[in-house]
C-alpha cells in the first residue's frame, strides 16, 4: 500500500511591527504616545530599565503644552511642574543662604501679555523637569497597554523596500523584529543614525564640559519662600547653575570641568559633588544625597537628513542637538513627534500614500535649522534672551534674534502637504498667527471650547458665519466641521486644519463645488494615488 503523503505546513510569518520607537526618553515617548492616540501599535525599546530619573531640560513651551493636551496630559503635568507663578525665572546670587538672606538678583517669570494669553488655551504654571514629564506620559502608556520594551537594546538594522529588519537584545537575549517603519529617538550620539551612515552638519560641540548633579537636600529653610527655575551661583568656590526639580527637595546643580587643568568628568565622584552642592548652598553641613552624576557638553549639530527612504525616521536629538539657551531642543523634538505621528498613522491606516511621509523631512528640517541658529544666537549673550522691553527688543532686532514665543509657535510649514503655503514670517518680534497655510491654526474660544480642541486629532474643517456651502460639503463627506465667527477667517470662507493642527488650506470664497474641491484638497495633501491640482477658489 502506497502511503498517501501529507502536504507540508509552513509556519505563517508573523505580521510585521507597524512602528518600532528606538529610545525611551521625553521624545521617544511622546512618539510612542502620539502612534498610540492615533490608533496605530508601537513597539518602543529603551537600553536603560525605566524612565530616566536625571533630567535634562525642564521648560516645556506652549505648543508642548498643546501637544500634551491634545493627548489629555496637561492636567497631569501641570499637577507634577513646580508652581512658579509670582516666582523669579531666573535668579543670580553668591550661594542660596545669601540668595535667601536678600543678596540676590532676579528675572520675573515671564508675565504673558494680554495678546501672548489669547494665543494657546492651557499655561503650566511653571516649569516640569524632564523625569516629571517621563514618568506621567510612561505611566499613561502602561495604562493603554503599550508595548515598552525595557532594558532593549538596538543591535543592528536593516532597512529594505518594504520594511525594517532589526536585531535586538533585552533581558531574556537577542531576537529579531521586523517593523514597517522606525522611529529613532535614541540621542545626541544615535546608534541608528550612525549605523545608517547619515552624517550631522553644524559647529558640533561648544564651550567647555560640564557636570550635572542630580541631588537631593531641604533647600526651603534657606530659600525663605523664594522660587525660582535656575540661579546661577556666582561663588567662586562653586559657581555654577541651580535649576529646580521640585522646588523643595530634588535639584540640579551643572559646574564646569575644567579639561584644560586637567579635570576628567570621573573627578567628579558623589563626595566631591556633595562638597560642591554645600559650598554652593553656603551650608557646610548640609545633609546632600548625590543621586546621579552626569557629564555633558553644549553641542549644536543636526542630522543631513531627518528620514531614509521612508523607513527611518529621526527625532529629538537623534535629528538635531539644540544648545541650551532658550529652552528649545526638548521642545523641538516634541514638535517633531508631533507632526510624524499622524502621517504615520494616516499611511497605515490607507488614508495616504506614501509620499506623504517626505514632508515630515521637508517641514522639519527647516524648522530645526532655523532653531539651530536662534539658539546660537543666544549662547553668546543671555540676554537676547532674557531681557524685557524696548531696549531689549532692539538689541534682539541687531543681533537677529526672534522673540521666543516666535520659535515656539511661530514657524511655517512650506511642502506638499500645505496648499498653496505662506512660508515668510509675518514678524520675528510679534507672534502672528492669522490663518495662513502652513501655519498654526489660532487659538479662539467657540462656545467654551478653543478651536484647537476641536481640530482633535482629526481633519477638521473651520467655515466662516456664512459658509453653510462649505458645512454641508464637510457634512457630505463626513468631515468633522464647525462654524466659527472668528477675524481671520472670512464670513464665506473655510481653513482644513490638519491633525497636528497646522493650516492646510485656506479658502476666503466659496469653491464652485466645494465637496469636490475639498477631495481634491485631500487628495494632493494625502499625497494618494492620483493626485489631482487642487482648482482655484
Known sequence: MTETPYPEVSTPTPAPTPVLVVGGGSVGLLTAALLTHHGVHAVLVERRSGPSVHPRATGIAPRSVEVLRELGLDAAVDAAAVDLRGGAGKAVAPTVVEMGAGDVVTVPMPTPSADELDVTPFRLRGVCAQDRLDAVVAADLARRGA?????????????????????????????SLRCTHLVTADGTHSTVRTALGVGTSGPGDLGKTMINILFRADLRPHLRGMSFATCTITTPKAAGLLATVDGATNWVFHVACDVDAGERPEDFTHERCA?????????????????????????????????????VFLVGDAAHTVSPMGAFGLNTGIADAHNLAWKLAAVHHGEAGARLLDTYAHEREPVAAATLDQAMRRLADPQLHWGRGPEADAARAAAGVWAAPVVHLGHRYDSAAVVDPRPELPSTVDLVLDGSPGSRVPHAWIDGVSTLDLVASRWTLLAGTAGERWLTAAADLELPAHRVAVPWLADEGALL?????????????????????????????LARPVPVPVPST
Open 147 to 175: 508595548d515598552l520594551r525595557w532594558s532593549t537594546r538596538l543591535i543592528d538594522i536593516a532597512p529594505d523596500a518594504d520594511g525594517v529588519n532589526v536585531e535586538l537584545e533585552g533581558p531574556d537575549g537577542r531576537y
Open 275 to 311: 562638597a560642591l552642592v554645600r559650598l554652593a548652598v553656603g551650608d557646610p553641613d548640609l545633609d546632600v544625597e548625590v543621586r546621579s552624576v552626569l557629564p555633558w557638553r553644549p553641542r549644536s549639530a543636526a542630522a543631513e537628513t531627518f528620514a531614509v527612504d521612508r523607513r
Open 497 to 525: 486644519v490638519r491633525p497636528d493642527g497646522i493650516v492646510a488650506m485656506r479658502a476666503t470664497t466659496p469653491a464652485t463645488d466645494p465637496a469636490r474641491f475639498l477631495t481634491e484638497v485631500l487628495d494632493q495633501v
